[in-house]
């Protein structure tokens, strides 16, 4: 239980602070660069900030899981599914709008 709760709450973190550099700091660079090469240089604020924010909504879906699962609750997958589909989605709807594809290279 403890160690999935720690493996749960790195990897969460993990995605967590990618998210906030991502986004506050702008670091578009942590991206695979073919995520971001058709990227407008003025999009960037707006690309970081949504990619930032999907990795941030992905992450805490993950540390709630650990939570859950301590907890010993039978709905664990609940917030692991809804962080991942939000997270998606507003990654997605990111690459979509500023990219133009989700795979553009």
Known sequence: M???LIIDAAV???CVVLG??????EKVSLIHDYHYK???KEDIPAYARLIGVG?????TGIC???IFNLLESPLW??????????GIYVLHRAQMKYNG?????
């Open 55 to 59: 990795l941030i909504i992905v992450g």
């Open 12 to 14: 969460g973190s993990v």
């Open 64 to 66: 709630a899981t650990g």
């Open 20 to 25: 906030l550099l991502i986004w506050k700091k």
């Open 2 to 4: 403890i160690l999935g």
């Open 101 to 105: 594809s989700w795979f553009s290279r």
């Open 38 to 40: 058709n990227v407008k």
């Open 77 to 86: 997958w609940i917030p692991l599914l809804a962080g991942f589909a939000a």
